[in-house]
Each structure stands twice: as structure tokens, then as C-alpha cells.
């Protein structure tokens, strides 16, 4: 186990009706006035929008609101809500919606402070050393950007879809969390969303430190009850207790209780996020056609973790001189969990027939450098077989 | 599953050579003045106290110290701390231990800036509304204390052993841990702990609250987690991926990172308060004395979870129309886990041949009221027969 630091300060306001204590947490957290920041006009129909502007109301603090943030959110909304926010004397931000607005709004958040250009921080040219505080009402499990200090933003001149990982200024001050805020989610984005769970854990679990079995366990643990709530969840839309245990599992998925001390590798990420950059399509279902290709390939160069996973996570026979088939089996049942879904695990399904795997190389290791990953470090050679793997 | 809140904001400092981070985590959160408090001289003798002062030296932060806090600390000590802190201008309290250095320096914490009796907030009296800061140098795993808001003491004068639970107050601001300080800890105090973390688990993990798969399945990968480091630690105390793996596990175990959303029991904590309190027995001890007895009640008055325990973390075969031999079966196997690490698994084994239960009952009642619990809510009579099971 390698050495580590742990907090997470976040202040996690879960369950029934908990989106009426937005106004008395961001009192709390010292908002003054508050740019709301959401996407598709769901949560104004909802009423939702209306719920929580009662509750702003009700305790005297006054907003503005930005709407229309996309999937894969890109810098121009981003420049459009530093401009926006400092004209306003802003000074806290109010995600309400999935990764894609809380993403963007801890990039604005990071802005508006900074003198220089946001992307700055995304391209490594500067360190976020303030930020504005940043409350979250969740209405898309998954993301885990609810409980981290991350964000990914899109560069729209390039394509370039980098993450920022800056925690002791972009986690979160308080994410409520209410599962009943997820009933009338489409399935589509319920299954990519349980996908992207399942892989933050893996981009931890998938990881050469050894002697991390407590880490290892949780994240089994993990595993086996999104495995359980899933088909709950698609059967019944409305099952208040698995839409409540896969909302919970997102967020400890990604708030690094699951990683403490290991190495993480993140190749599974990386190589979407080309995919997601290039044609546009839903992470969660980027991820469900690449990382069974990825895994597909450490079975067969590295596959003590694929033949744990394997025997812990879908309960295949342990066969230690079979080790390869032992995972690939792993591999073929977790293929058609995701499948009974509705999740497409090639990029047929994923309704590309011919990807560009040259540009997705390309672009990959440009953003990457010349290795990309840690359980395996991968060559160009390498991504190009694992994106044809995919096919 | 029920609404929550969670928070963790301590700062944990996780690895090798962490205690060398004191001096500058203590200026990280404010300390001007710092009161050390430890147990008896094994710091001493180790020279980690030496380092710890070394690094405070290195930031120019004055301390004073106060040694020989006893397990199962007691009053007096936090009377003689509070009345020390105010006449020192301390600030700060520096916790170098386990549990009962930790829930003594908690209660000096709240205890100073409180006009009236620091019991007051044991004893229901009073709400703590503010606290100094309190960091720990952890050296002993399990209490859970490290990252908890809980503190327990003994009053002396009846021997009342109370907890009290303050997360917005008395959660530590950081706890360094270093595996390697637990290297030489005796192994009667290393097992201790290890049952004690299993409890922990244990009075979140036996609920009726439904829907609580993600919970079960995270208290259910610690159980396996421990019930696989704890011998190899054993076999090799310098064992240092073992060591940290435990000493992790007993930290999730107690933060509530497990927990969310249950209604929890604490039955066999108070049922032990009482037995630790009268015969001054160690804590972890005493409870694997009495948990299993508890749960054998269980198995036979509300098996539902005792089976679930017995299928899942102890690997017995599920066989439905026979619950109760399924649970007895995954008790059997706890208790024979537990004196293959050598702890007592009943009260002639801890060394208490003719247990006053008369008086156990009745200061267990009295403390905890006319029912004790909520798995099972427990009269005199069902309490009295639980202490008659560990005989």
C-alpha cells in the first residue's frame, strides 16, 4: 500500500425532500448570490427549479440561472459563466443536474477568480489555488462529481476533453442527493450512468499495488450491489431503495474510499474520452464498448486483477492454471450484464461502424503522452489493438 | 434505506514516516499552543514522542504535555486536562494514542471552552457547541475514534462509561497514521482491536432497515478484508501491508462510511460498557465476550441478518427452511476465528469465572433504559439472558 491522503469534506444531504435545504446550506456554506447552474429544461418542467428557487427564496439569498449545459460540456460555456458570473458579484456556484453541469460549474468556479484563462488549469500551465464554493443538487448518479475534486471539460477548438483534478479547492461544500430526483431519468442515461460507476471503481481495483485488500474488498463490495440494484432499477423506475443504493454507490465509487493507497489507472477513461470527444456519444456508453476491450487485453498481459475480479465479482471457479480463460469468462458475464442493460459493448452498437481509429490514437496520445495508463503502460500499438477490440 | 447526512472532513495522513507531517498539520489547523496527550510510556520509550516533538519544534509551535491516560479513561483525567489547557492557553489538542487517549483529548476539547461540567454533555445535559481542534497521532487501530465524532468515558463515581456523539464538533481535524507505529504492539492489544473494528461493523450491519445493499455489501467486503490481514498479522506483527490494511479498515469501520441510511444498534458496545466499566477489562475483549452471545439471541428472535452474515462473510451454505442452523453455523465460525487469534469468546475464558450479572443488568438499564437496542429492543429479562449465554 502506498502512502496517502484521505478527506473528504463534502457535506452529503441524502434522501426524501432534501433539495428544500438547498437555501439553509448555501446560507451555511456563505453564499451571498448564487449562479445556478443546470442543463436541458428537465428540472424546469419537473419543477424541480421552482423548489429550489422557493428555497434561495426563503432565506433571503439572490440568484441568477444559466442553463442549456450539454453532455460532454465544452470551454464556451465555460467563458460564458466566468463573464457572467463576475458582471453579477457572484460568489457561489449551484450545480443542479448530473457531471456534466457540476463539471462546468467548478470550472467556472476556478475562473473566476483566476486572472489568466481557466483552461490554464486543464492544461497543466497553472494550479487552481482558489475557487468559489461550489453545492451540488444531483439529479443524474454516476458521475461521482458530486463528491470529487474533479471536472472534464471539452476544448471545442481541437476536441480536447481533459480532466482537472484540484481537491482541496473544487470537492463540493454540500451535494444533496435525493433518489426520488432520478425516477424519471431515461433508461438510456440510468445504464450509461451505473456504467460509469462500475468503471470509476475499476480504474482504482485494476491497479499493480499490492497488499490492498481492504481497498480491494470495498470495491467488490461495489460491484456486487450495483450488480444486485441494477436490474431493480431498470425493471422498476421507480424503486425508491435501488435508485437510492446505486446513487450512493456512484458517489463512494468516486470519493476515493474505494482507492486509498493504490496506484489508479484511468486508461479506460482516457481512451473515451477521445470516443466521447470525436462522435459525441454519452460517456457512460463510450465506456461500456471500451473498457471490455481493455480488460479484455490485460487478461491476456497482466491478468492477476482480471482473475480476481473474475472470481470475487461473478463468482466464475478459481482454475489457477487457467487463469486467462478464468478472466475472459469475468469478462464475458460482466459483457452480458451490461448487454441486459441496454448498453452497448462494441462500437457497432455504439452506432459507429467505422471508427476512425487512427485519429483516436492520435488524439489519445497527443493528450496522453507516449504511454497511456498504469496497470498496463500502453504504445500507440498497444491502444490501436484495444480500440480494434472493440469493434 | 433512510435519509442521512455524511461528512468526513478530518484529514487523514496515511504511510511511513507520517508523524514527521505533525508540526505542519497542527499550524495547517491553527494551533498556537498545544496540549499533547498520551497513555502510558511506550511513546516515550519508542521515541515517537521525541519525533512528534521535533517536528513542532521545527514550526515553532509551543506544548506542553500530559501523560498516563489509562483504557477505559476515566473523569478525573479529563478534569485535570481541562483545568491544565485553560491555565496553559492551550488551543489544541494533540491526541498520541488510541481510543482512550483520543476520547480523553475530545473531551478536554469540548470541555474547555464550556462554562459548565464537561459531564454535562455525556449525561444529556448539554449540546457541545464548540471544541478546540484536536489532532491525532494514531498508534493503536480500532477504537475508530481517529475518524469519528465519539468519545466515551467513564465516570468514577458509579462507574457510568458514557458515550457522547458530536461529528460537527469532535472529529478529529487530521489523524496521521503509520502502520509501522502498531509493529510493536502487544498482540493481546492488536487482537482487541481487531474484534473491536468487527463490532463496529457489526452495530451498523445488524439492522432492519431495508434497502441497504450498497452498506451491507461495503460491511461485508471489511468483515472479509479483516478476517484475512488479522492472521497474517499475527503471524507477523511487522507484517506492513497486513498492519495497514487493519489499521484502515478499522477507521471505514467507524467513520460511517458503511452506515449510511441504517438505524443502528450499539447493543453489545453497551452491553460491554457495563462489563469493561465493572471489571476493567480491555474493551475489545469484553466484546468478544458478548457479541456472539448476542447474536446467538438474534439467530433465534430476528435471524434475517445473522443468516445473511453467516452465507456472505462466513461462507456457510444458504439453506432457507433452516436460518437459524445457517446463522448459529456463521457464529461458530466468528467464534472459532476469534480464539484462533486468542480472544475470549466467553466470560470464564476473559477471566471473569462468576460475572455479577444482577449488577451488569442493572447498570445496564439504568445507563440505557428500560430497552436497550434496536435490531431487538431488549427488556431486563432478554439482556439478563444474553449475559447468561456468554457464561
Given at each position: ?74 470551454d464556451k460555456e465555460v467563458y460564458k459563466g466566468i463573464d457572467f458570473a463576475r ?94 430526483l432520478t425516477f424519471t431519468l431515461p433508461q438510456k442515461q440510468t445504464v450509461a ?199
Open positions: 500500500m502506498n502512502n496517502f491522503t484521505f478527506q473528504s469534506p463534502t457535506e452529503f444531504v441524502f434522501g426524501k425532500d432534501t433539495e428544500n435545504k438547498t437555501g439553509e446550506l448555501c446560507r451555511k456554506y456563505g453564499a451571498k448570490k448564487i449562479l445556478i447552474v443546470y442543463g436541458g429544461g428537465s428540472i424546469v418542467r419537473s419543477g424541480l427549479l421552482q423548489r429550489i428557487e422557493s428555497s434561495l427564496k426563503s432565506v433571503d439569498i439572490p440568484f441568477i440561472t444559466m442553463g442549456g449545459i450539454q453532455p460532454n460540456p465544452v458582471k453579477n458579484d457572484i460568489n457561489f456556484l449551484l450545480a443542479v443536474g448530473g457531471g456534466s453541469v457540476i463539471d462546468t460549474a467548478k470550472a467556472i468556479a476556478a475562473g473566476v477568480p483566476y486572472e489568466g484563462d481557466f483552461w490554464d488549469f486543464y492544461c497543466n500551465k497553472a494550479k487552481v489555488e482558489k475557487a468559489l464554493n461550489v453545492g451540488v443538487v444531483l439529479t443524474i448518479p454516476a458521475a461521482g462529481s458530486e463528491g470529487s475534486g474533479n471536472t472534464v471539460i471539452t476544448k471545442l477548438d481541437g476536441l480536447h476533453k481533459i480532466s482537472l483534478r484540484a481537491p482541496e479547492h473544487l470537492r463540493p461544500t454540500f451535494s444533496i442527493m435525493n433518489p426520488t450512468g451505473i456504467c460509469d460507476m462500475m468503471v470509476h471503481i475499476s480504474e482504482r481495483y485494476f491497479t499493480n499495488t499490492e497488499e490492498v485488500e481492504t481497498g480491494d474488498r470495498i470495491c467488490e463490495g461495489l460491484y456486487k450491489a450495483i450488480i444486485e440494484e441494477a436490474p431493480k432499477v431498470i425493471a422498476n423506475p421507480r424503486d425508491y431503495g435501488a435508485r437510492a443504493n446505486i446513487m450512493w454507490a456512484g458517489m463512494v465509487a468516486h470519493n476515493w474510499t474505494s482507492a486509498f493507497g493504490m496506484q489508479e489507472c484511468w486508461c479506460s477513461h482516457f481512451m473515451e474520452h477521445e470516443i466521447s470527444a470525436v462522435y459525441n456519444v454519452t460517456h457512460g456508453a463510450g465506456l461500456s464498448v471500451i473498457f471490455p476491450a481493455w480488460l479484455t487485453y490485460m487478461a491476456k498481459h497482466n491478468v492477476h486483477k482480471p482473475y480476481q475480479f473474475a472470481i470475487r465479482v461473478w463468482d466464475v471457479p478459481a482454475i489457477s492454471n487457467l487463469k486467462e480463460e478464468v478472466a475472459l469468462e469475468g469478462i464475458s458475464r460482466l459483457k452480458q450484464f451490461w448487454s441486459s442493460l441496454g448498453l452497448p459493448v462494441n462500437f457497432k452498437e455504439l452506432g459507429i461502424e467505422n471508427p476512425d481509429i487512427d485519429l483516436l490514437v492520435k488524439k489519445l496520445h497527443e493528450n496522453k503522452g507516449e504511454l497511456v495508463g498504469s496497470y498496463m503502460q500502453l504504445s500507440k500499438e498497444e491502444t490501436r489493438q484495444i480500440y480494434e477490440l472493440a469493434l
